[in-house]
């Protein structure tokens, strides 16, 4: 396994949660490793996305309430969200692209190494 997320869960409106993306190292030297989310019914969706140099990519959406970081020392990038709202609910993956075009706008077929899933469910 190549990557893995973790730390989805059930939160209520308004509410935070960290998700957090191990990766082996030869997925950190990815050119770009991002977080997509895909809610019943519908298709997938970049969220963030993070360059090796640290330059940023956020959906509209999302943006002002979640944060892409990484720590590369540990192999991990993170997703911070806060204020999650029930549209936010969705299965959310971490993925990592050669591709150094795709911190510009993730497109899921640009990313090579996907890692399986963790659940978000915003609900009170």
């Known amino acids: 396994v190549q990557l893995q997320a973790c730390g989805g869960g059930l939160v209520q409106p308004g509410g935070s949660l960290r998700l957090s993306c191990a990766a082996s190292r030869s997925i950190m030297s990815a050119k770009v490793v991002g977080w997509f989310r895909q809610a019943p019914g519908k298709g997938r969706q970049g969220v963030a996305a993070?360059?090796?140099?640290?330059?940023?990519w956020s959906a509209d959406s999302v943006k002002g309430r979640f944060t892409i970081s990484r720590d590369n020392a540990k192999n991990e990038v993170y997703l911070q969200m806060s204020n999650l709202k029930p549209e936010d609910a969705a299965v959310y993956s971490c993925?990592?692209?050669?591709?150094?075009?795709?911190?510009?706008?993730?497109?899921?077929?640009?990313?090579?190494?996907w890692g399986q899933g963790t659940q978000v469910t915003v609900s009170s």
């Open positions: 993070i360059s090796s140099d640290g330059r940023i």
């Open positions: 993925a990592a692209s050669y591709y150094d075009g795709s911190i510009f706008y993730p497109n899921p077929g640009e990313f090579s190494h």
